[in-house]
């Protein structure tokens, strides 16, 4: 991405190789983004299981 990102500053054309790498690590990143709130949800619903089991045996 970082040599296709020069070569279209310095105006200069640049291969579907070129392209076609940087489209690889733009659809890494979409999958890490993916994997990254997946387990900021998975950890959300694990607190709010554990803060709900620890209020009800306050309450209890």
């Given at each position: 991405?970082?040599?296709?990102?020069?070569?279209?500053?310095?105006?200069?054309?640049?291969?579907a190789m070129?392209?076609?790498?940087?489209?690889?690590?733009?659809?890494?990143?979409?999958?890490?983004?993916?994997?990254?709130?997946?387990?900021?949800?998975?950890?959300?619903?694990?607190?709010?299981?554990?803060t709900t089991?620890?209020?009800?045996?306050?309450?209890?």
């Open positions: 991405m970082v040599w296709h990102g020069m070569l279209t500053v310095l105006g200069q054309e640049s291969s070129i392209a076609g790498i940087a489209g690889l690590g733009h659809i890494a990143l979409s999958v890490g983004m993916v994997l990254l709130f997946l387990s900021l949800r998975k950890a959300i619903v694990a607190d709010k299981a554990v089991s620890t209020a009800r045996s306050i309450d209890g």
